[in-house]
């Protein structure tokens, strides 16, 4: 065998090349220089493809090493260390009890256990981590064909596991990971061995336990624990939705989209849920005799339809509802601050004609004639003189925008008018009780259908494009979630399926070559899992899908 050359990276962006006489695993090689690296490595890219870090190298190649600073590596970590924990709860209790990873919250995930747990459960738990991590046990990974997992499933009883398998007909190829006896199914890679996994917390809170990981702008520090009653609220809200609808895990949803007529009927449940919902949050308005009505929430939330929909809500309490967006108060573009690489930040609350817009609302709130904006994004210019409007003492302001609940946009205007409302679709959709959806992929698929469907992007663009909007929404929406007076959850149960129709060609066209390839790869391996539905005409024309797969009449 001829040498070959590894070139590595890191997220510091330093390079330097390794010649190798003979194949390598890669683990084995890092531990040569660790003393290089600012932070611990979890795993990397060869070629754009995500690998564990126990890969055999064999030729010349690039590998990208990576840290907690990578979104998709918070997710390898997020993973193991959950891989970790349910097997120390077994330990703790039996391998008869559930263990059932709820949603995110707080830095972590929210879990139950399905036990008699006691004030010092989460102490024993911990203990028994510790000493797993501190034990450095592989975990072991092995693929599968669709029949092997049939057969592997068979003989170890799992019913839940079949049951997916044979609703999801894509779900080809699979991974088993084991590690010490704990054995489970996986869609995302896992570090090596237990001894990678230091840093984490894990707490009781309320009637389960938050296990939390570390931040990823600080990967050895776990951030100081953050209250989210609301967002523990609305998740909560979304598991009394799941079971009004009767979807508790992918199987059920396959199942529903291979029925067109419990489609039919899951469509018409949900999209109830969500107007009984948007009535709710108008009603609150209605007599809090709120004027100033700010929607805040991530990108693909759903935010112009929700907005359109409470302003009809508010129309049918006797209201009538000025709409405005805050993209039309964006400065000139000649004037736009620019991002620390130099290129015009338009997610920036500084891209904003604050002064203006701050003294037009007081006007509006005070009955004045107000000559409002509407921004040229051509020209990068705003165009008075179309837009000449008034409202009567009692009469609300509808604004929708990425900075709505930063108290900064509006600091005119007295608080006691403000009514703020965050929106985001909150997924909570199991693939068992280990493993669940997580909230961006959602986002993900659907901008990747709306930017397909509407604004002429390839998957390519918009996954190129995500960090930057994630960095947005981290700096300008996440921090002021608790400014929020409610919570709307814009995800809609029977979504995935649909929007797998559309998302699934566009992924597909991503090839080895692209760096998005490996991102690509991972949502399409989500895909697998899922049923398509491509009956689109079932869903109501104002339903907020509509506004990511075309057909909406409010956008």
């Not at 592989?138 to 044979?166: K, S």
């Not at 984490?200 to 050895?220: H, I, K, T, V």
């Not at 009394?240 to 419990?262: G, Q």
């Not at 663009?461 to 979630?481: C, R």
Request: aromatic fraction near 10%; charge should be negative; glycine fraction near 4%.
């Amino acid at each position: 065998m001829s040498d070959f050359v590894i070139t590595f990276r890191d997220m510091d962006h330093r390079e330097w090349q390794y010649t190798c006489a003979q194949e390598v695993w890669l683990d084995v090689l890092l531990a040569d220089f660790a003393n290089r690296l600012q932070y611990e490595i979890y795993a990397c890219r060869i070629n754009h493809v995500v690998k564990p870090l126990h890969t055999l190298i064999r030729q010349d190649c690039t590998v990208d090493l990576l840290d907690l600073r990578d979104p998709e590596t918070q997710r390898i970590y997020e993973a193991s260390l959950s891989f970790v924990y349910v097997s120390a709860v077994h330990h703790v209790f039996s391998d008869q009890v559930d263990v059932v990873l709820e949603n995110s919250l707080s830095g972590g995930v929210y879990t139950t256990i399905r036990a008699d747990i006691d004030e010092h459960t989460d102490e024993r738990v911990e203990q028994e981590m510790r000493r797993l991590i501190a034990a450095d046990l592989p975990f072991r990974r092995t693929e599968m064909n669709r029949e092997e997992m049939e057969r592997y499933g068979t003989r170890q009883n799992l019913q839940g596991f079949l049951r997916l398998l044979a609703s999801a007909p894509d779900y080809q190829h699979g991974v088993l990971y084991e590690m010490g006896d704990e054995a489970e199914f996986g869609y995302i890679d896992l570090v090596p061995s237990t001894g990678y996994l230091k840093y984490f917390e894990l707490r009781r809170y309320r009637n389960g336990f938050l296990l939390r990981f570390p931040d990823g702008s600080q990967p050895q520090q776990i951030r100081p624990f953050k209250e989210e009653k609301k967002l523990y609220e609305a998740f909560a809200e979304n598991t009394h939705w799941s079971r009004i609808v009767r979807i508790d895990k992918m199987a059920d949803l396959n199942e529903a989209a291979a029925d067109p007529e419990r489609m039919k009927e899951l469509i018409l449940l949900n999209e109830a849920l969500h107007a009984s919902r948007i009535a709710e949050i108008a009603r609150q308005i209605h007599e809090q005799q709120k004027r100033f009505i700010l929607i805040a929430g991530p990108s693909s939330s759903g935010k112009t339809t929700f907005a359109r929909r409470l302003c009809i809500q508010l129309q049918i309490l006797g209201e009538e509802p000025l709409y405005l967006g805050t993209d039309d108060y964006f400065l000139e573009r000649s004037q736009t601050p620019l991002d620390e690489d130099g290129r015009k930040d338009y997610e920036s609350l500084q891209a904003l004609d604050l002064d203006l817009f701050n003294r037009q609302m007081q006007d509006l709130l005070a009955g004045k004639k107000v000559d409002l904006p509407t921004y040229d994004f051509q020209k990068g210019t705003k165009i008075f003189g179309k837009r000449i409007r008034s409202l009567r003492p009692d009469q609300p302001v509808v604004i929708e925008g990425i900075h709505g609940l930063n108290p900064a946009l509006s600091e005119q205007i007295d608080e006691a008018q403000k009514f703020r409302i965050y929106i985001s679709p909150l997924t909570q959709l199991a693939v068992d009780d280990q493993h669940r959806i997580y909230v961006n992929d959602a986002r993900k698929l659907r901008r990747i259908v709306r930017d397909y469907q509407f604004r002429g992007n390839s998957a390519d663009s918009t996954l190129a494009a995500w960090d930057k909007v994630k960095k947005g929404e981290e700096e300008n929406i996440f921090p002021y979630t608790d400014q929020a007076d409610v919570f709307f959850n814009s995800h809609l149960i029977y979504e995935l399926p649909v929007l797998k129709s559309y998302a699934q060609p566009q992924l597909e066209a991503i090839d080895a070559s692209q760096e998005t390839y490996a991102e690509a790869q991972r949502l399409l391996r989500v895909l697998s899992m899922i049923r398509p539905f491509a009956q689109s005409e079932m869903i109501p024309s104002n339903s907020i899908i509509r506004e990511f797969i075309g057909g909406s009449i409010l956008v």
